[in-house]
């Protein structure tokens, strides 16, 4: 009888497994794909010829910044912004077996990927040697060569892709690889409306504030709040809108720019990263999985054994072990009037304090 009822439990057991299995299948299956070729594209766009390029987007400028007979800023500026050095835009390759190297698209809309800009960018390193991640994120207002038009844009820019020669995410990996040496091998790309759907699926975030702070409609009292995918979405968005509440009144907060933008950015990641850690079963994944699968965009080469792997591995994980870089830039005004930054540094310096290791075989 005992051994019946061991070998009914076992059986029990393989049948959850299994169905737990096949549901998390047919919910990978029916996750959006597209199809990259990022070398193929790279060498599109070298055979394609000046004249058969399309024209680069316009360098879009916000109505405050639009300049004026007598605000019109010098192409080359001097002083502490000093002119731009194109070194800047370029690293050495570092060795393509030396990561798995996903790239994080956030935009308006995921339809065709064509005529948008990307407004969160993060380059998720995972090392093959088997240590921490590494988070790169990249300011939208970035100011670097795109391949397509060989000129000056920013980075964001790049998502319009270079018409049949390179897809948006195409052209945007091309032009991270050439500021960062790393080869993207991998893409996952939101719309914002999506973006909402993947915070409520977790739960939420906390939002933690010094003192009391407005941000586009919402606001929230000194300390730590739980917000919903909306209000997490107008704190990840929100820029020339942040207010803050001291000495009796209401001020805007000084200091929040591109780069405030890109510390929220990971803050959330992070929080995510979280509570992917907090999960405990098979089970739990494959309702996260459900839950976000029509709010996420990945390439065709991503398979489910592959994505679970990732997934659970990265409970073994803190958030606090995961090394975050963020780019040197500088404030700077294009001949147009708009406002973009400058990368300081080259890119291999910067990362050589994250990965110390020789970028060349």
Sequence with gaps: MARRVIFVLLG????????????LWLTFRDVERITVDVEEARDAIAALPQVDRPPPPPVEVEPEQVPTM?????????????????????SPAIPDEAFNAFLI???????????????VLILALL???????????LPRDLWLRIPCWNSQNRINAALNGCGDAASGPELLAITVAEFTGIKTDHFTLFDFEDFKKVIDAFGG?????????????LEVPAGCTRVDGEEALSWVRSRKTTREFRDGRWRLKP?????TRNERQREVLMQLLGNVKSLDTLLSLVNIV??????????DGITIGR?????????????????????????HTTSGGAAVLLPTKPFAEVFAEFWPRPVEE
Excluded: H
Aim: proline share 7%; aromatic share 6%; charged share 20%.
């Design 70 to 90: 007598t605000t019109l800023p010098p192409r080359d500026i001097t002083g502490d912004q000093l002119p731009y050095d194109l070194a800047f835009s370029t």
């Design 307 to 331: 994505a679970t792997e990732l997934a659970w591995d990265m409970r073994s994980v803190s958030p606090g072990e995961i090394a975050q870089v963020t780019i040197p830039v500088r404030n």
């Design 255 to 259: 200091g929040v720019n591109d780069l």
């Design 127 to 137: 090392p093959e040697d088997g240590s921490a991640p590494i988070l790169v994120s």
């Design 105 to 119: 698209i956030g935009s308006d809309t995921r339809a065709g990927l064509g005529g948008k800009r990307a407004d």
């Design 290 to 299: 459900e839950s976000i699968a029509d709010a996420v965009t990945i390439d």
């Design 205 to 217: 975030i906390e939002i933690c504030v010094e003192v009391p702070t407005r941000f586009g409609t």
């Design 12 to 23: 029990a057991g393989v049948l959850w497994v299994a169905w737990t299995g096949v549901s």
